[in-house]
């Protein structure tokens, strides 16, 4: 009698089950909201990587907005570049120049354990965002790499890693150019760059010279040698710190060398920590 029992509530659970699971597959059928041919092709012509580096929710609400008329910029999509734009304006029927050069993240620091000075031990959280709201850091340089790695979690691709020498490092090669580690960089540190770029200023502190000197050994002390030892190659010292400006297409590489600090350095893979 007992086992007609669980039999009887088996098959009746089972049952309810089915005819509940048919009801929504029609309703999703009758309620679904059809997206018209044009937004369906533009959707699939972009990356489908949802990063939100257009400034939309996902790549479905950026083809739904072109579609619809409500954004007409269709270059927003970093990570497809030139060649996704280029596919938006044929299938949109405009016309499009496109000189879109791809860019992507790096770390403006090379300040470690072995070339930096620190206030204090950190033990908190493994988050660059819950050390700095503690006396901005550990470091006593406020601008640097905080490298607890909030940047190598939100990262969509994996394009961030600790390199070997304990350093938080973008592999350009892999790098969508989505700005998440941007974003979430409490310091500035991790700023985008031209892909092209050969060389980076790896260095974020705009404090002045002598007080780099104190606590940074591979810091930038707004010496000038750069701006005079490579004339075309963009550098400029502003605010007690060297920038590229990658719009000059000179050599760089004679103020790479003859930096003191040595905080010009290429923008290349470096070799991973194992």
């Known amino acids: 009698m007992n086992l007609i029992k669980v039999l009887y509530a088996f098959l009746s659970v089972s049952g309810l089950g089915i005819i ?17 041919e044009k937004q369906e092709a533009l959707e699939n012509s972009l990356p489908g990587l949802n990063c939100g580096a257009c400034g939309y929710a996902g790549c479905p609400a950026y083809a739904e907005a072109i579609a619809s008329g409500q954004d007409e910029d269709l270059t927003k999509c970093s990570p497809g570049g030139e060649a996704t734009a280029e596919k938006l304006a044929e299938l949109m029927g405009v016309k499009l120049e496109v000189t879109m050069e791809k860019m992507v993240a790096q770390v403006h620091c090379r300040g470690g354990k072995e070339t930096s000075k620190y206030m204090f031990e950190y033990t908190g959280v493994r988050d660059c965002n819950a050390a700095y709201a503690m006396f901005q850091g550990d470091k006593v340089c406020k601008f640097s790499c905080l490298g607890l790695g909030s940047c190598i979690k939100v990262c969509p691709v994996d394009a961030i890693d600790y390199d070997s020498e304990g350093l ?3 592999d350009k090669e892999m790098c969508i150019g989505c700005e998440k580690c941007v974003e979430v960089c409490p310091t500035g540190a991790m700023q985008m760059i031209p892909y092209s770029a050969d060389y980076i200023v790896a260095c974020n502190s705009t404090d002045k010279g002598g007080a780099v000197r104190k606590y940074c050994s591979v810091g930038c002390i707004a010496c000038k040698i750069c701006e005079k030892k490579s004339p075309e190659g963009g550098f400029k010292v502003e605010n007690f710190l060297s920038k590229i400006d990658y719009s000059f297409k000179g050599e760089r590489v004679s103020a790479a060398d003859a930096c003191p600090t040595k905080c010009i350095i290429k923008n290349e893979p470096h070799p991973k920590k194992k």
């Open 168 to 170: 938080v490092w973008v």
């Open 20 to 36: 509940l699971g048919l009801g929504l597959a029609y309703a999703s059928k009758i309620f679904a909201v059809k997206k018209n």
